[in-house]
């Protein structure tokens, strides 16, 4: 029997929509959400965009973030801009499969790796979001 709440997540562009549906759903008054887990998910929207997302969703949304991805971190030239915004709670996972929070510093050092040719890809794996919340 249907209680009303959905839960709603995706990975990569999938993580993206799933944004992108959870702001509809909620908005629109359809559904209440007890979750959203994003994985490698870019950047859905602009800082309108985030401010009426976090202001709904933003408790209950985890952004989970593996390393060096570079997925998560597009796109890049509006956000260097400043248009496009995350949203939600930030969830830094590590090889060790530790989660952590960032430290500014260590942020940019995972920014400038994710768009080596090598690390950024082999970090948006989808492997590597499962291992990590295994351990």
Known sequence: EPDGFVKIGGHSKGGGEALLFAAYLVGGGFWQTTGVHV????????????????????????????RSDVVARAPIFLRLRGIYRDVGQLVYHSPAGRTFRPSPIRKAVDFVRAFSRVRGRRDHDLWNYIQGLEK
């Open 39 to 66: 994985f490698g998910a870019p950047a859905v929207g602009d800082a309108e965009f985030a401010k009426l997302f976090d202001h709904s969703l933003g408790l209950v949304t985890f952004r989970h973030v593996f």
